[in-house]
């Protein structure tokens, strides 16, 4: 069914009070976080940005005594993992997006005391969207083995793209789903606050404000940014609860990072190769894993010395650069 036997094994039984528990927390977190950006007259400062940052990383790694605690006995270690590795590969290759959503941004002229509430509208449809993608991207491989192959694919030509990164540019105008919108809705050239809709001033219909295009092409872009993060989630693990709950984990704090890499505006220089490289290694993975088993420990150990090795490269040749220099 899977991508790896030993990951297949791992065994948790989730009861519903958790499902209740873990959306409910997550809702809470984003009202708090929300309410206290409605209410922030101000640009989000670095210190803020930094402590809900924090937070967002917190919530994510205390879900997995959740993970410890639900595992079968003799899963317990080996599932924690997984969890872990699976949040740091989302959260890592979600940063790396978050520079399209600032160039989106850019390209709309969004004000930054209103890119917040995009953000959150996009994130909370992006939960629903990544859970309907794991479950369907799980019963594909269980219902036809061979699909696997597929995410495989996916994985490395996701890679391929990471290397390119340099060589390609993202145009929100060519995007189909807001082209589409520019030409079938009525779309104000103003914005009023955080609204998506208001009234004509000129004969008091309503109408769309190009906030509404924002939101989608960040919308589009998200679900584009899925079919490279799915898989590589569903190549560590194929069980569905750490599956979901790392990868919503690892973008719920998307919000508070955009303010803080937008304050900071720099970036590692070797993380972006490096995620490619783990992308060519997951996707590899699939394809041998019929013939070598890679053990889990190994996998785990790969991803965590790629990226920590990227990092170390990077300060220790002062190869941190600004995000404009792209």
């Known amino acids: 069914m899977g991508v790896d036997s030993a990951e297949l094994s791992t065994h948790i039984e989730a009861p519903l009070w958790f499902w209740e528990l873990y959306h409910a927390v997550i809702l809470f977190f984003i009202a708090i976080d929300l309410l206290a950006g409605v209410r922030r007259k101000h640009a989000m400062t670095y210190r803020e940005a930094a402590a809900w940052s924090a937070l967002w990383i917190a919530v994510g790694l205390a879900w997995g005594a959740f993970v410890y605690w639900f595992a079968a006995p003799e899963d317990k270690l080996h599932a924690l993992g997984l969890y872990y590795a699976a949040f740091v590969v989302e959260k890592s290759l979600s940063m790396d997006n978050l520079f399209v959503f600032a160039l989106i941004f850019s390209y709309f002229a969004v004000l930054p005391r209103v890119q917040p509430i995009v953000l959150y509208v996009g994130i909370i449809t992006a939960i629903v969207l990544r859970a309907g993608f794991i479950a369907g991207g799980l019963w594909l491989i269980e219902q036809f083995h061979w699909t696997v192959y597929i995410f495989g694919a996916v994985l490395i030509y996701a890679g391929y793209k990471l290397l390119r990164a340099g060589e390609v540019k993202v145009d929100p105008s060519r995007n189909p789903v807001v082209k589409f919108a520019q030409r079938f809705l009525p779309i104000a050239d103003y914005y009023e606050g955080a609204k998506f809709i208001v009234r004509s001033k000129r004969d008091r219909r309503l109408i769309f404000t ?29 069980n569905f609860f750490l599956a979901y709950t790392s990868n919503i984990s690892a973008i719920l704090g998307l919000r508070a990072l955009y303010s803080l890499i937008a304050i900071t505006m720099f970036r590692f220089k070797y993380v972006e190769p490096a995620l490619a490289g783990i992308l060519f290694f997951l996707g590899i993975k699939i394809f041998i894993a019929q013939f070598v088993e890679i053990p889990v420990w190994l996998s785990i150990s790969i991803i965590f010395s790629i990226l920590s090795a990227a990092v170390m490269l990077s300060i220790m040749r002062g190869e941190v650069k600004r995000g404009d220099e792209d």
């Not at 899925?226 to 898989?231: G, L, Q, T, V």
């Open 210 to 238: 190009p906030l509404l295009l924002a939101l989608l092409a960040i919308e589009t872009s998200d679900i584009v940014f899925a079919f490279d993060s799915i898989p590589a989630v569903i190549a560590i693990t194929s």
